[in-house]
């Protein structure tokens, strides 16, 4: 087992005051800068500075793993690892508010509130009701403890390794600002627009469904299994409700205004004010300036200002006395829908599309709107001519929420019927078990099949060949020059430069960049290729299990989906798609042009026997290679990769932020930890990442 091998308790049992004071000085300004950076937006280094600051702090927190902090600045890359959620009591109720929808109702609360106080004294916060996921956020000590939804009120799920993600939330407080030494901030997690709109492009790429609003796409990324997705997704958090037993003062608004000091994101907008036509003022201001905010709001929230009255007004069963929320109305106009038409994406999914008579919608005219799948047709009951009402959902995706009964003349026309065979080609479309959505099967001839699949081959994050746009594309379809994918390697500049040479320049340029996309590594490769369900991560996932394109497709569908990652549905497809002779037929002209059909040479020739019948338990977080890296050298050097310490662990690779109970569980068992520079020496190889995994992002462990 190695027990009687030096240790790097050892070393790592006493470090040297310069080191910890060094980690300590580090963390400190990283958690500034992030401050300045994310919440300011006044950022004092430049990219470079902070890169160089954080990797000299990684560097130092994997030679000294017993200085872990979970909050680090260093944690916020987040992890690949999978893991559930466990549900936590919180410590005080999470209780919804009472929603208000016109002022009337406003006026009430007001009324309400000043019978209750008994008294015309009391000041309200009017603040932007954000549209996000509620969460509280626990401190002690000025250090993030513990990050919970809101789940019923009464307990939610603790998403601690995902909030420490988001760079708005801070992990450390700074000193000498006065914060208590235990308190809850509640807020809001946010998914801006500008992230919203990237993540439903990417999605759309895929042909994946769209998350409908900010909302749902920041919920489902916090509760995501994976921290590293909650990561890359940049979250954004708004905090508005300060709770503890030694809070600076009575108001609501001047505690906010600390927290503010303390690093918290806060939000301009909060107006402390005084009477109805105040309060009345702010809610018309911002029923038109929300359009312009980087993120969502459904509303205004009105509270109490002093915690003594709220504390007098006490709650109800479901909500407090002493706040409410004012819902703007989202706007709805009613317009005239004149045909319903069918579009088809290159896995052949066909997805109902309105057409109607424009509306002007938030400041935009809107002719088109999506009708998703049949079901969600079906449901709206809609016939041809029909006056129909349509939203902005979460005030960028236009959709009809209705028939506008009201608006309409006489007899409706003719139920409108999803299409039964493909728009295009007039295959007959089926529908999988499972899927809401209908598909044209005519994979090999079905022209905006092909024409998508040749566009997400060429695409940045496949093969990377930006010199051919879609327009491109579709000129070279129509003249039959390219009708799959290998046939882009058989196109000269002599046929793409214009009758009279005219476009040489430019044609020189396009073949270049495709001799250039030879080079391309395997995984970008397979996810080229376009099979269903195959996206960036599952391709890269593929790569390493199977290494090369032949053992891929020699695969059975249980061998596919014992690759930790891959579903059954999944590794049907890509069984599926390899089981096809067209699609072989492509593999191998592909391979006879030179594109890549297999790890490099480099990541291949990484095999030995150094490690041959050791167990190795991978820990913390790494500076020079991710952790599935790590996993596949192990495997390659002969060695076993185990999740947990046990009495058969040989050694644990220690990276920075080793797991506390590991550590513990080590250092009973006698196990030596080892670091990033010594397993690498001892397995004979060099630090640069393997070419199949480069692009994945560094992975901890919570």
């Known amino acids: 087992m190695g027990g009687s091998e030096p240790t790097l308790f050892d070393a790592v049992e006493q470090p040297s005051a310069t080191a910890a004071q060094r980690i300590a000085q580090l963390r400190r300004q990283l958690h500034e800068h992030n401050h300045a950076y994310y919440v300011l937006n006044t950022p004092a280094i430049s990219d470079q500075e902070f890169d160089a600051l954080m990797r000299e702090l990684a560097d130092l927190e994997a030679a000294h793993p017993e200085l872990y902090d979970p909050n680090s600045p260093t944690q916020r890359v987040g992890s690949d690892i999978q893991t559930g959620f466990t549900q936590v009591r919180h410590e005080r109720p999470m209780l919804s508010l009472a929603n208000t929808y016109n002022k009337d109702e406003v006026a009430e609360f007001y009324r309400r509130v000043r019978d209750g106080l008994g008294t015309d004294d009391f000041s309200l916060c009017c603040e932007l009701k954000f549209d996000g996921l509620s969460i509280a956020l626990h401190y002690d000590h000025g250090s993030l403890r513990q ?35 235990s308190f809850e901030i509640r807020g809001e997690v946010l998914m801006p627009w500008a992230a919203f709109d990237s993540l439903n492009a990417e999605r759309m790429e895929r042909e994946e469904p769209l998350f409908a609003n900010p909302r749902n796409a920041a919920s489902g990324t916090l509760k995501s299994k994976s921290t590293a997705v909650v990561a890359e997704r940049h979250l954004d958090a708004y905090l508005y409700y300060l709770l503890g037993e030694s809070l600076p003062t009575d108001s609501h608004y001047d505690n906010l205004q600390a927290a503010r000091r303390w690093g918290f994101q806060v939000s301009d907008a909060m107006r402390r004010v005084q009477g ?53 109305q ?9 045909e319903v038409t069918f579009q088809v994406g290159r896995t052949g999914a066909v997805t109902p599309v309105a057409n109607m008579d424009p509306v002007q919608l938030s400041g935009t005219v809107v002719r088109r709107a999506t009708l998703h799948n049949a079901d969600f047709m079906a449901a709206l009951d ?25 608006a309409q003349e006489g007899a409706r026309g003719e139920a409108v019927q999803f299409a039964t065979r493909c728009p295009v080609c007039g295959t007959p479309l089926v529908r999988y078990e499972g899927e809401a959505a209908w598909y044209c099967p005519a994979y090999d001839t079905c022209p905006p099949q092909i024409k998508g699949r040749l566009e997400h081959y060429v695409s940045r994050r496949a093969m990377g060949i930006d010199a051919i746009g879609p327009e491109t594309i579709d000129a070279y379809y129509t003249q039959g020059l390219v009708l799959g994918v290998a046939d882009f390697y058989d196109i000269t500049a002599a046929q793409i430069s214009g009758s009279r040479g005219t476009r040489q320049r430019t044609a020189q340029r396009i073949v270049r960049a495709i001799a250039a996309s030879r080079q391309v590594p395997f995984e970008r490769v397979l996810f080229a290729l376009g099979i269903r369900f195959v996206g960036e991560t599952t391709a890269k996932l593929l790569a390493r299990a199977f290494r090369d394109i032949d053992r891929l497709a020699a695969a059975s569908p249980d061998e596919l989906a014992a690759v930790s990652g891959v579903g059954k549905a999944t590794a049907e497809s890509v069984h599926e798609w390899f089981g096809t002779e067209a699609n072989r037929r492509t593999v191998e002209r592909l391979r006879a042009a030179g594109v890549q059909m297999a790890l490099s040479e480099r990541a291949m020739a990484r095999q030995g026997s150094s490690l041959a019948g050791q167990t190795v338990v991978i820990s913390g977080v790494f500076a020079l290679h991710s952790r599935d890296e790590y996993k ?9 990769n185990t999740a947990s ?15 506390p109970a590991k550590l ?39």
């Open 147 to 181: 990050a919970l939804t809101r789940g019923d009120g009464t307990q939610g799920d603790d998403v601690t390794p995902a909030a420490r993600t988001i760079r708005t939330i801070p992990l450390q407080l700074p000193a000498g600002t006065g914060w208590p030494e």
């Open 632 to 640: 596949a050298l192990i495997e390659q050097h002969g060695g076993k």
């Open 645 to 659: 310490v046990t009495k058969n662990t040989t050694f644990i690779l220690a990276g920075t932020g080793v797991g």
């Open 276 to 328: 109805l036509t105040a309060v009345y003022d702010f809610i018309d201001h911002w029923d038109q300036a929300r359009h312009s905010l980087p993120v969502a709001t459904d509303g205004i929230v009105l509270k109490v200002d002093s915690l003594a009255q709220q504390r007098a007004l006490g709650m109800t069963a479901k909500s407090p006395r002493w706040a409410i929320a004012y819902k703007f």
């Open 330 to 338: 989202a706007e709805r106009q009613s317009t005239v829908l004149r």
């Open 664 to 702: 513990e569980k080590a250092r009973s068992l006698g196990i030596p930890l080892v670091s990033e520079e010594e397993f690498l020496h001892r397995i004979d190889t060099h630090s640069a990442p393997t070419d199949a995994t480069a692009s994945l992002p560094h992975e901890g462990e919570g």
């Open 382 to 406: 809609l016939h041809q001519g029909d006056h129909v009402l349509v939203e902005k959902g979460g005030e960028i995706i236009p959709k009809i929420v209705g028939v506008d009964t009201e």
